[in-house]
């Protein structure tokens, strides 16, 4: 009978554990190693040739992605597959671990039992739910799944940093940030690139988004809500003399929820 070799690798400890003990009279499936850093992975994946690896993305040394990306398959009888786990969900980190050559990606905090079926499926085992596939679809419901997450912080963000819903500047602000999220780069072309970009979503014009970001900025100023926003960022980053630009602000709380993960 196939019995799966599986390695955890992940720098959280008690996720580490846990996963252990949903396979501690797992007759199927052996945890034969695991790995709190992305160095140790790789020795470790190529000394043990596992079938099927729990891969996070945040880790010490080397990251998830340098680990799919610096393995040396020949040293392995076959290449494993590898099932990412992380808290990370923009669709830019999704689709980058899939064409890097992980054969799935779940969101943390994840359903033990899903997992546990994508090990069988992808170690050759059968499975009692449908066989993933990996397609448009599945990237596009983890997508959908972290733009709502992202929504949701950054309403909270700009609550309490007293940006009020209705004006237009909320709008932009909120769409800026997520474009940095997923192209950190636009931030250094926010004329050229990221003014336009909004204001063809919103039928608009650039100059138009450029001037009700500042008003959504200074609306926060003059409201007295500095203190919160250096209580988000837990550091005195601020001062009522200190108003950011808009590519500042844009920046730092883009900086922040990739941060966190988005």
Do not use: C
């Amino acid at each position: 009978m196939k019995k799966i070799k599986l390695m955890v690798v992940d720098d959280n400890e008690e996720f580490i554990n846990n996963v252990k003990e949903n396979y501690f009279d797992d007759e199927e499936v052996e945890v034969i190693g695991t790995a709190r850093d992305g160095l140790e992975a790789i020795q470790k994946i190529e000394a043990y040739a596992p079938d099927v690896v729990i891969l996070d993305l945040i880790m010490p040394e080397v990251d998830g992605y340098g680990v799919l990306a610096n393995l040396d398959y020949s040293q392995l009888p076959q290449k494993p597959s590898f099932i990412v786990v992380s808290q990370l969900t923009g669709e830019n980190f999704i689709n980058k671990a899939i064409q890097l050559g992980a054969s799935y990606y779940l969101v943390k905090p994840i359903n033990m039992q899903m997992l546990k079926d994508r090990v069988r499926e992808f170690g050759g085992l059968p499975v009692v739910s449908k066989p993933a596939e990996l397609d448009e679809r599945f990237i596009q419901q983890a997508v959908k799944r972290s733009q709502r997450n992202l929504d949701e912080k950054l309403a909270n963000i700009f609550i309490s940093v007293g940006i009020p819903a209705h004006i237009k500047g909320y709008q932009f602000l909120r769409e800026a940030i997520k474009m940095a999220i997923d192209t950190p780069e636009i931030i250094n072309s926010i004329t050229k690139k990221l003014y336009p970009s909004i204001a063809d979503k919103f039928e608009t014009s650039p100059s138009k988004v450029e001037r009700a970001i500042r008003h959504a900025i200074e609306v926060a100023w003059n409201r007295g809500k500095i203190e919160n926003i250096n209580t988000i960022f837990g550091i005195k980053i601020y001062t009522p003399n200190d108003k950011p630009t808009n590519g500042e602000f844009i920046a730092l709380l883009a900086d922040k929820m990739i941060m966190e993960g988005a």
